[in-house]
């Protein structure tokens, strides 16, 4: 039985295909991390949310959480909707250590100014493309 367990943390969508890159993301993190249970979650709109994935985890014998948030920016709803969540978890004996946020996590800037300064440099129109009105 596994006592640690990572929830990639997102703040969900009216549509389940905006979960593909989240899912993404955690199908990779289960390859770096062999043993090492990796769920996805949500703040509202799609299940689970986070405090389901954490009941869920806890009732699996898990007793702490590595959360990774997947916001840019450690504001809004990592600093106001998290903290009751992780009382509620601390209550019913489950730690959550909280990541940083993407602009926190180091080299991450560099690699997306990068990626972005290739993109403007090939002159790429992906998501314009599909935003075009016929």
């Known amino acids: 039985m596994n006592t640690r367990a990572l ?5 969900g969508a009216r549509e389940r295909a905006w979960t593909a890159p989240l899912d993404a993301l955690a199908a990779r993190l289960r390859e770096l991390l062999p ?5 996805t979650a949500y703040l509202e709109k799609i299940a689970p949310r986070l405090d389901e994935a ?3 985890l806890a009732a699996d014998g898990v007793r702490e959480v590595l959360l990774l948030p997947v916001f840019w920016a450690p504001e809004g709803h990592v600093l106001h909707d998290l903290p009751p969540v992780l009382a509620k978890a601390a209550e019913a004996g489950v ?11 180091p080299g991450l800037l560099e690699l997306v100014a990068c990626a972005a300064a290739e993109e403007a440099r090939a002159g790429s129109a992906e998501i314009e493309d599909r935003l075009r009105v016929p």
């Open 35 to 39: 043993g090492l249970p990796v769920r």
């Open 54 to 56: 954490i009941e869920a």
């Open 95 to 105: 730690r959550v250590r909280v990541m940083p946020t993407l602009s926190g996590l």
């Open 7 to 11: 929830i990639v943390l997102a703040h």
